[in-house]
């Protein structure tokens, strides 16, 4: 048995997947679109069953509790996240065909240079010096621009009010901070998932199912106290070895190393305790799901490709083939850049009290906005500057009141005021405080589900002399388990088809087909990866028994009918082995 090899071609794992119904691109009829994919009717069921064991992580294991939010955003929401104005590609265009390339990637193509968050005018520089063309006709290339990659939509008839398909889900969490935070009783840490498509206008669409305009993540925040980035499991995954990729080390040229995380957060390779830990579980859950460790390595951003709301960001990365390492989960500090955004932008206070175990003495200044002076000047106005005033901390407020001559400006829906120092009380008191308001922290791991999903499909595949096949592990497989009758006989079907309505009743997904060999069934059933087979032939109608059979070795045992649907779930679940089956005689027994 042999499974995907490195360099391998995936042709094989792409043809069979279109013919048996996992993906298909999308509008073929209409000739087909870049950068949409269609999951058939197997695809559906094995990317909802990775979606479940994601959950089973990060919504069982680690307590997180999901929400759901709108795909479609106002402008408002994600010009306070820098959406608008940072989510950018470099775009060139060809000045004689006028094709349009990603400029990044057109020059990584044609030189193996890695020029990612290089600025439009270096890109343009490099073109022009190294003097690439245009790969379709040769012609000369123009400067390179920025394009922003949302799809932009008009919201309500009127056309005013403009929108955005989310390009990605966290900031749906974000703007529901406060109702979370009480949700959560006012409690750091606690940590909230998203499941839902995010989508992108990407340039130039390629790579299949790697790049596209539609996608599904799978997306946790976790809000932190700011100077607390420690976690209460770290312990038991300290000595865990992953291989790592940092900045250091991909700037010097050197190879990945494989490193516990104890070492990498004490070397301050990885930023916090908090980052190793979400490192390794997205390890365990990427080798849950059949891809082989040393095809996974965690890759650092460069400080010219951090993102610019993180701080620290690492990339797990799936080696896959001809396409190389590529990235299908991003494990991102984002400090409280995303937070203080919507706060500054919305006026809301999305601040949380934390409680120091002592109460401290301290210094406090309060600032009293004067409504009797602001209330008269601004009108209709004054209500939105009073709860602007209310929501700047003092101190800052104090500053800028002494380094102005005695006034600040603030900005509110764009407009801008001038407020004075009679307007505002300032005092200052020593007094005990029981704890103090915090903008969060946010560790953010972001799961690619359509790129793990192909890894999956990639990692899983088994090529031997005999039969081409995937080798699921048996709680993702999309059909668990498949009934034949051995021969089209009457008797033998009626059996088999009541077995399959007890499997059923019990929620699970059951494969029949009673046409052709019993020999090529079974590679029907191999190849789209059922890990089980129940077989019902003349022996089932003498002593009430039937064989399953092992898909990844082929080995079959006899068990009594009346165990059959305890003995598949267990088998699923992988409470009991296959070959343990061997063992186990009295499930040859009929209660």
Same mark, same amino acid.
């Given at each position: ?392 901390? +003092?101190?800052?407020? /104090? *500053? &800028? !009141?002494?380094?102005?001559?005695? #006034? $600040? @400006?603030?900005?509110?829906?764009? %407009? ?68 034949? +009758?051995?021969?089209? /006989? *009457? &008797? !033998?079907?009626?059996?088999?088809? #009541? $077995? @399959?309505?007890?499997?059923?009743? %019990? ?85």
């Amino acid at each position: 048995m042999v499974k995907f090899k490195l360099g391998d071609n995936m042709d094989k794992v792409m043809e069979i997947a279109k013919r048996r119904g996992f993906l298909w691109p999308s509008f073929e009829i209409y000739e087909g679109l870049s950068g949409f994919y269609d999951y058939g009717p197997l695809g559906v069921l094995l990317k909802r069953k990775i979606i479940e064991k994601w959950r089973e992580y990060y919504t069982i294991k680690e307590g997180f509790y999901e929400v759901e939010t709108p795909n479609v955003m106002p402008k408002e929401v994600l010009k306070a996240s820098g959406h608008v104005d940072h989510f950018n590609d470099p775009m060139t265009k060809c000045k004689d065909c006028s094709e349009i390339y990603r400029a990044d990637h057109l020059i990584k193509d044609e030189t193996g240079e890695d020029v990612e968050g290089l600025s439009n005018e270096k890109l343009t520089e490099i073109i022009s010096k190294k003097k690439i063309r245009c790969p379709k006709c040769g012609g000369h290339l123009s400067h390179v621009w920025s394009y922003n990659l949302m799809f932009q939509t008009l919201i309500g008839p009127t056309g005013k009010k403009v929108g955005y398909l989310r390009p990605e889900t966290a900031q749906g969490i974000f703007v529901l901070f406060k109702r979370l935070m009480r949700f959560y009783r006012n409690k750091l840490p606690f940590g909230v998932v998203q499941i839902g498509k995010s989508f992108r206008n990407e340039i130039s669409p390629r790579q299949g199912v790697i790049r596209l305009r539609e996608f599904t993540q799978a997306e946790a925040e976790i809000f932190v106290e700011p100077d607390n980035k420690t976690h209460p499991k770290f312990h038991k995954v300290a000595d865990e070895k992953l291989k790592l990729f940092s900045a250091e080390k991909q700037l010097n040229g050197e190879k990945p190393e494989k490193i516990s995380l104890k070492e990498a957060v004490d070397e301050n390779i990885i930023s916090s305790e908090l980052l190793a830990y979400h490192l390794y579980l997205t390890k365990e859950f990427l080798t849950d799901l059949g891809i082989p460790e040393e095809m996974i390595r965690f890759r650092q951003h460069l400080p010219s490709e951090m993102a610019h709301y993180a701080a620290d960001c690492w990339d797990a990365e799936v080696y896959m083939g001809e396409f190389g390492w590529i990235e299908v989960v991003g494990i991102a500090d984002r400090t409280n850049y995303d937070l203080k955004s919507h706060m500054e932008s919305s006026g809301e206070d999305l601040r949380i009290f934390v409680e120091y175990e002592k109460p401290k003495l301290v210094k406090k200044v309060e600032i009293h906005p004067r409504m009797d002076k602001i209330g008269p000047r601004f009108k209709e106005k004054a209500k939105k500057i009073l709860k602007k005033l209310k929501n700047m901390e +003092p101190e800052k407020i /104090k *500053k &800028e !009141l002494s380094k102005n001559e005695g #006034k $600040i @400006k603030i900005k509110i829906d764009n %407009e801008e005021f001038e407020i004075y120092e009679d307007e505002i009380e300032i005092k200052e008191k020593r007094k005990y405080i029981k704890g103090k308001k915090v903008l969060p922290h946010v560790i953010e791991p972001s799961f690619g589900i359509d790129r793990i999903f192909y890894a999956t499909m990639i990692h899983n595949f088994v090529e031997d002399d005999e039969r081409t096949y995937f080798d699921f592990p048996t709680d993702i497989a999309p059909i668990p388990v498949a009934v034949f +009758p051995l021969l089209n /006989k *009457k &008797e !033998l079907i009626n059996l088999a088809i #009541k $077995i @399959k309505k007890d499997l059923q009743k %019990e929620g699970l997904i059951v494969n029949y087909d009673e046409s052709g060999t019993i020999g090529r069934r079974y590679a029907r059933a191999d190849e789209i990866g059922i890990p089980f087979a129940i077989t019902v032939d003349h022996q089932s109608i003498e002593d009430g028994t039937v064989t399953i059979r092992n898909r990844s070795d082929k080995k079959q045992v006899r068990i009594a009918i009346n165990k059959i649907p305890d003995t598949i779930k267990k088998l699923i679940k992988g409470d009991i082995k296959f070959h343990e089956l061997f063992y186990h005689e009295e499930l040859l027994v009929r209660d």
